[in-house]
């Protein structure tokens, strides 16, 4: 079976197999950024300095980071840069990051570019070649619900994937989230709302990371908000 990064899995669970997007792009492009970050930081390839910086150490990228040219090219960036806190580098990241991995896993054959027009614009969906949930997304949804359930040990990264799609307000796209919400699911992880933010308790190498993420997000909506009451109230003539 064909291994993810964090972002790759995160991008699959953003769209369905017929290649709708189910979280809003500029939402997920920052997600996918706290997934680059959080990839690098829990092979211990990032880290935070004492002032909450983010950090590169070492002279060069680590050989593992070889196999995969976006985390490569993250790591030299925030590497050759002034120390920044993660907020920004969700931020700086994020500009076009979802495309970039969609392109990937295009070219590794675990999705399809279908381009078409809607009604006059052209648009380009990205669904899977047989119609069928990739292995490896089935595999990221199956830890994702070990995780939940509390029914088997969580690994960093499957904290991080969780922590992300909770700050993208999204676990609502992974079927088995029903039951936690009804309160039906009752492990040790699973029986209460906050099960991510349990998993990432245990993995302070990645939680910074995701916590950037969720405070980007969070800051991102709050403006969006305020736009709309303030176009709304001049629209009614501040009655």
Known sequence: MTTLSLPEELVLLGHDDSGTVLIATDDLDHG????????????GHLDLDV??????????????????????????????????????WVTALAPGLVDRVLDTLTEAGLLRREQGRVPIL??????????????????????????????????????ALAGLLDALDALRIL??????????????????????????????????AVAATRTVLDERRGRIARGVFIATNVAS???
Do not use: F, K, M
């Open 51 to 88: 002032d909450g910086r983010v950090t590169a150490g070492g002279e060069r990228a680590p050989d593992p980071l070889g196999t995969d040219p976006l985390l490569e090219a993250t790591w030299r960036r925030i590497h050759a840069a002034a120390r920044q806190p993660p907020e920004h």
């Open 122 to 159: 052209r648009r380009t969906r990205y669904p899977t070649p047989d119609g069928t949930t990739p292995e490896p997304e089935t595999e990221a949804r199956q830890r994702l619900l070990t995780a939940r359930r509390g029914n088997g040990p969580v690994g960093a990264r499957t904290a």
């Open 32 to 43: 996918v950024a706290g997934a680059v970050l959080c990839d690098l930081a829990a092979t």
């Open 237 to 239: 003539g501040g009655s």
């Open 175 to 208: 079927g088995h989230t029903d039951a936690q919400a009804a309160g039906t699911d009752t492990g040790t992880d699973g029986g209460a709302a906050d099960w991510p933010q349990r998993c990432l308790a245990r993995y302070p190498s990645v939680e910074w």
